[in-house]
Antibody, heavy 120, light 111 residues
C-alpha cells in the first residue's frame, strides 16, 4: 500500500526558500504508475494545488506559483521534493504531498501534511 | 482556470438526516470530479472519484452524482463521524497542461 510522508523545515524566513521532501513507501517512484503532487492549505482555508512531477521528470505547475516553484525527484531515495522561493507570510500553510494514478484525475493517497510558517 | 463553487458554505444537520452538498463548475468538467472529506488536523480523504465512484473502503451511505457543471455529494443517513469539511476537485487541461482546482469547501456541522 502506497504511503507518503512529508518532512522539512517548519519555519522559514521571509524572502527565503521553502524546502520540503516527500518520502514514498510501498511503491517505486520510478515505476511510472503515478504522478506526484504538492498541495497546500493555509490555516483555516481551502486547498491549492501547487504542481506535480512524473517519474520521467516532467513537471506541471499552478500558473499562479510557477515562477517560484520547483518540484524534483530523487529516484535513489524514492522521494520527491518541493522548493518555493521568495516566500512571504501568504505562503504559511500546511503542505501535503499526494499521489495520482497516471491519467487519473484524483489524489489518493495523501501524506499527513506538514505546517510551514513564514516568519522572521 | 475552472472555478468550483460549493454550496452551502455550512450545513447544519442532525445524525440520521440526509445531507446534500453541491459543487458547480464554471465550465464543463465532464465527469472528472472528485470529493474529499477532511477532519480537523487530518489530510483530506478521497470519497468519490469520476463524479460517482466510491473510493475503496468508503461506506455506501456516500454517493456522488452529476456531470458537466453540476455535481452533488449525498450522505444518505449521517453518522457522527461524518461531520467534517467536504471539498470537490477537478482536473482540466488548462490551456496546454493539467491543472487541478478545488472548491472552497462545505462544512457539515452538527445541529
Amino acid at each position: 500500500q502506497l504511503q507518503l510522508q512529508e518532512s522539512g523545515s517548519g519555519l522559514v524566513k521571509p524572502s527565503q526558500t521553502l524546502s520540503l521532501t516527500c518520502a514514498v513507501s510501498g511503491g517505486s517512484i520510478s515505476s511510472g504508475g503515478y504522478s506526484w503532487s504538492w498541495i497546500r492549505q493555509p490555516p483555516g482555508k481551502g486547498l491549492e494545488w501547487i504542481g506535480y512531477i512524473y517519474h520521467s521528470g516532467s513537471t506541471y505547475y499552478n500558473p499562479s506559483l510557477k515562477s517560484r516553484v520547483t518540484i524534483s525527484v530523487d529516484r535513489s531515495k524514492n522521494q520527491f521534493s518541493l522548493k518555493l522561493s521568495s516566500v512571504t507570510a501568504a505562503d504559511t500553510a500546511v503542505y501535503y504531498c499526494a499521489a495520482s494514478v497516471t491519467a487519473k484525475n484524483w489524489f489518493d493517497p495523501w501524506g499527513q501534511g506538514t505546517l510551514v510558517t513564514v516568519s522572521s | 482556470e475552472i472555478v468550483l463553487t460549493q454550496s452551502p458554505a455550512t450545513l447544519s444537520l442532525s445524525p440520521g438526516e440526509r445531507a446534500t452538498l453541491s459543487c458547480r463548475a464554471s465550465q464543463s468538467v465532464s465527469s472528472y470530479l472528485a470529493w474529499y472529506q477532511q477532519k480537523p488536523g487530518q489530510a483530506p480523504r478521497l470519497l468519490i472519484y469520476d463524479a460517482s465512484n466510491r473510493a475503496t473502503g468508503i461506506p455506501a451511505r456516500f454517493s456522488g452524482s452529476g456531470s458537466g457543471t453540476d455535481f452533488t455529494l449525498t450522505i444518505s443517513s449521517l453518522e457522527p463521524e461524518d461531520f467534517a469539511v467536504y471539498y470537490c476537485q477537478q482536473r482540466s487541461n488548462w490551456p496546454l497542461w493539467p491543472m487541478y482546482t478545488f472548491g472552497q469547501g462545505t462544512k457539515l456541522e452538527i445541529k
